[in-house]
Structure formats: structure tokens, C-alpha cells
């Protein structure tokens, strides 16, 4: 079975989105889960101006674009059993479109209570409830949570909220991420610090609250590792990384496994520099975490993740231009979707160059990729060879 | 930080605070802080900013800490647990301390018995691990500050040069985050609380 390692030193770029008029950061991105005969696989990305844009898998050219104006989105979900893309709006509400229709009004509204303004949000993995995080507005930050489910009989109406949390956050709240397999499990992140896990099932919040692990800084991103995905790792806004292990909340064990307050200045990366953290890798079949993170010129490093620290594993680049802010990893075909501050979405894929490029600016960055992996291909070959 | 703010004028604007003060006697140790402007940086678009800096020296002497530990045969879930039979009496210890250290251990139990008190005041402790020594964690608990734009980085009772100190790992930090550096500083100045801000940059 190849490494993640080896399959993201053999990542190449296989296509790049075509300019817009609209330059924007790309903020986050999202693969539609749901697979159908004929149809083309969707591409969620949440953009810098508000909007969410949708594109062709293969080609990643733009199909069609929703807007949360004058809102800002935050946050971009597909749903788990259908093509509906979620997003979480400043204005109040947590809004849903149907990926596949061009239809500017969300297929469905869920709204908060007066004065939210949600920054975060996460739907569980059976598309039941959806949990939206608000910035702290007075003295409260909240996490509200909604049925989710659609029939067709409530199809365009606003859902009103189950409930909410209000007393386990001191300041806004940046991340809400469920678990990838038990629908009441949740985690939040927040500018205070704190990175609470929550049984959604039990009544009240506070019996529901779980645990509370402190990263002592602000939050900016969370997810979710381990067999069983008991553990949780999280990242700071000032480059930190926090790992913990839940399965020994009731041994003697610590619960900390890795406690880095700044990686830049210990992960050893020889030449090259570690600007910042994107986001967190969990390869399943191998049980290994990795962390993903880059330089403000727009090479990407992946890191493998254990108890005594991170370490730089490869890099790619010849992609994009400037700070990369989101990554989406595909399991099945291990193909690695990349966004940036440049405005670019990036496709790579593993294997032998096999197409030429038409459009000119993409020759370029193919033949210094071609190039890098050139001095790699003839290991990977003898690799092929062997099995 | 040097090729920027150079450690003369560093220790000349330090020099200024502390005089400033020297001359005008307050009732309350001013606190002196460092105040950093951003240009070409868009909160919508671009990365947060924020986080926690620790500084050298202890930045507010009266800052108290309360450590919690653990005692072999004291049975910390039942404690705790009578504490959160009254909400009051959480909210009372959240409001006389400025911070909290507690054991790995108890910590687990914290959220569990205690309820989200200590969350909600901002106060939930942070690690004290058995072979770490809690004198340092406690001075470190003094000495670590939220970032924000206006970050307090020591006081009027401090030496120069530990204000200085002080002042360049705080600038170094703050610098380090927005990622064109320098380049989207406007302005960086410290002041105490008091005086008018003496610019640095």
C-alpha cells in the first residue's frame, strides 16, 4: 500500500481554473460525496467575495455561483447523501442550495436568533443536524443547532433553530467540525482558546459538554484523527498545533499527545521556509496524520504528524503563486484539490504526465513540475517495476 | 525586527515611557503597551489575526494565579462537583483569579464536574504537567497575553531593558503573523495608559 508521503511527492498538476474577472482568495473547498452515473463530480468553493462558486470536478470550470451578499459566507459543505452545498452567512443565517441547479435563492434557510452572525459551521455525517458558530456579540458566543433534514413538504421554508450553547465559548467561535462517523459528536473551536467536544444527544449543555482542551491561543482550524477518530488535533492563528487523544479522558494517561506553540520555529525544514498551517490530513488507511502547510510564495509542504512532533516529509510547487488557504484530499482517486490567495484552484493528481496543456500560461507551470518530477519518476518507476 | 526599529530608537521611546511616568506620580501601576496599525490587510479576506505571546518578564505583578492540584487521596471529582452544586460559588472563583493551572488529571474532570463556568469567564486553566515546575508555569501564566492590536507588554515598574525586551518579542511575534510582514505595519507604538503613544515605526 503506497505511503501518503509517496502519493503526494507524486501529485502533478492536472488542470487549473480558468481566470475569472473576479480575482478572490479561494477560501475553502468542498467535493460533492455523492457519486452519480453521467453526472460530472462538483466542486464547492468558498470565495473571498461571498460567494460560493461550483465547478466540474475534471475540468474545474465554473458551472455556477451562489451568493450570501450582502452577507459574507463562511465555510462551504456539501451534504453527505444529496448534492445540496451549505454555507454559514454574517446575516443570520446558515443557507442551502441545491449544487446541480442554477437557482440564486437558497433551496432552504435556517435562521438564528436575532444579532448572530455566524462565522462557522458543520453538518453531522447523516445530514441530520447542522451547528452554526457565532462571533461574540455582547458577552456571548454561541453554537446553534438545526434540524437539517428536507422533506418535500418543508422544502423553502426557514427552520427556526433546536437550540443552542451559549455558555462554553468566552469569544468567537471559528470552527465547528461533527465526527466523520458518530452523528452526536461535535467539536468548536474558538478565539478564547478553547476547544470543546460535545454529546449533542444528552439534554442539557451542560452535561453535553464532554471535555474542554485548551490551546491557550485563537483557534483557526479542527479536525478530527485516530482509529475511531477519538483523537482531535487543532491549529492556532498564530501557527500552533494541538494534538489530543480522547481515549484518555478516564485512564491516567494525559490527554495531550503534541503541544507546539509555534511550528515555524521548530519544524525543521532545511532550506526551504514554513510560513503558515493550513489544515490537517487523517489517512484512515494507514492510521497516520498529516499536517498541511506553505510558504506566502505558494509552495505547499505536508508534514507527517506524530507524538514527538512534526516532520517536513515533500513539497510541491510550481502551483500556486502566493498563500495557499484551502485543500481538499480525495480518497478514491487520491487526487488533491489546492486554492489560493492567486485566485487559482489547482488540481493534482498522482502518476506519469500523461496530456499536453493547450492554454499557454498551464504549459508553464506543467514543464517546471515536469521537471521536478523528473527527478523523482525514476524511483517511482522502478517501484512500478518491482510489483 | 532590527533593520526596521532600530535598538536606539527601541530604548529611546522606553526611556520616554518610563520618564513620562517618573513624572507624573499615578495611584495605579500603568501598564505599558505596545499598539500596532495594519495597512493593506482585509479582515474579510485575509487570515485572522490573533493569538497568545509570552513574554519574558511578568507582565502584571498582580496578576493572581490559582493552581488546583491534585492529592493522592483527595477525591477531586466529589470537590469539584459540590462547587458546581452552586453556580455562584463558580462565577465567585472564576472573578478572584485572573488565571487557572490545573493537572492533567483534574483538568479531565473539570469539564465534567465543574460545568462551563470556567469556559464561559475565560478562564479555563491551562496544563500544569507533574514534571514541570509550577513556579515557572505560574510566571509563565503572568506572562502570556492575548494578541490583539493594543497588547499589553509590561509596566512602568519594569527596567529598560526588560521592557525591551519584552517589547522586541512582542513586535517579533505581531510582525511574524500578517504575511507580507513589515509591509502591512502602518504604524507601531507603545505607550502606558496614561501618555501619549511614542512611535517606534
Known sequence: ?387 | MSSKVSRDTLYEAVWEVLRGNQHKHRKFLETVESQISLKNYDPQKDKRFSGTIRLKSTARPKFSVCVLEDQQHCDEAKALKKLNENKKLVKKLAKKYDAFLASGSLIKQISRNLGPGLNKAGKFPSLLTHNENTVAKVDEAKSTKVLCLAVAVGHVKMTDDELVYDIHLAVTLLVSLPKKNWWNVRALCIKSTMAKPQCLY
Open chain 1, 1 to 387: 500500500m503506497e505511503k501518503i508521503e509517496e502519493q503526494f511527492a507524486n501529485l502533478h498538476i492536472v488542470k487549473c481554473s480558468l481566470g475569472t474577472k473576479e480575482p478572490t482568495y479561494l477560501l475553502g473547498i468542498d467535493t460533492s460525496k455523492t457519486v452519480q452515473a453521467g453526472k460530472e463530480n462538483l466542486v464547492a468553493v468558498l470565495c473571498s467575495n461571498g460567494s460560493i462558486r461550483i465547478y466540474g470536478k475534471e475540468r474545474l470550470n465554473v458551472l455556477r455561483e451562489f451568493s450570501g451578499y450582502p452577507g459574507l459566507l463562511n465555510g462551504v459543505r456539501f451534504a453527505n447523501s444529496c448534492d445540496s452545498v451549505y454555507s454559514a452567512c454574517t446575516d443570520g443565517t446558515v443557507k442551502c442550495w441545491d449544487a446541480r441547479v442554477a437557482r440564486e435563492k437558497p433551496v432552504q434557510l435556517f435562521k438564528g436568533y436575532p444579532s448572530n452572525i455566524f462565522i462557522s459551521f458543520d453538518i453531522n455525517c447523516n445530514d441530520h443536524i447542522i451547528c452554526a458558530g457565532t462571533e461574540k456579540v455582547d458577552d456571548d458566543a454561541l453554537l446553534v443547532f438545526w434540524d437539517a433534514r428536507m422533506n418535500s413538504q418543508n422544502l423553502s421554508t426557514t427552520k427556526d433553530p433546536l437550540g443552542a450553547y451559549s455558555e462554553t465559548h468566552s469569544d468567537d467561535v471559528t470552527q465547528v467540525r461533527f465526527h466523520p462517523s458518530n452523528p452526536n459528536m461535535v467539536v468548536s473551536g474558538s478565539s478564547d482558546g478553547l476547544v470543546n467536544v460535545f454529546d449533542i444527544n444528552i439534554d442539557n449543555e451542560e452535561d453535553a459538554l464532554v471535555t474542554t482542551c485548551n490551546s491557550i491561543s485563537s483557534v483557526s482550524c479542527i479536525g478530527w484523527s485516530g482509529k475511531g477518530y477519538k483523537q482531535i488535533y487543532c491549529m492556532t492563528h498564530d501557527e500552533g498545533f494541538y494534538w489530543w487523544d480522547l481515549n484518555h479522558l478516564d485512564t491516567d494517561e494525559p490527554v495531550t499527545r503534541l503541544n507546539i506553540q509555534d511550528v515555524r520555529e521548530v519544524v525543521n525544514m532545511k532550506e526551504d521556509a514554513l510560513d503558515y498551517l493550513i489544515g490537517g490530513l487523517y489517512h484512515e488507511k494507514t492510521d497516520t496524520l498529516h499536517v498541511i502547510g506553505g510558504t506566502n510564495k505558494g509552495r505547499i509542504h505536508l508534514m507527517n504528524c506524530s507524538m514527538s512532533g512534526l516532520t517536513h516529509v515533500t513539497s510541491l510547487q510550481g502551483g500556486h503563486a502566493a498563500t495557499v488557504r484551502s485543500f481538499c484530499w480525495n480518497v478514491q482517486d487520491d487526487s488533491l484539490l489546492t486554492g489560493g490567495e492567486d485566485a487559482q484552484l489547482l488540481l493534482w493528481k498522482p502518476g506519469a504526465i500523461e496530456k499536453t496543456f493547450t492554454k499557454k500560461e498551464s504549459m508553464k507551470i506543467a514543464s517546471s513540475v515536469h521537471q521536478r518530477v523528473r527527478v523523482h519518476s525514476n524511483d517511482s518507476y522502478k517501484r512500478r517495476k518491482k510489483q
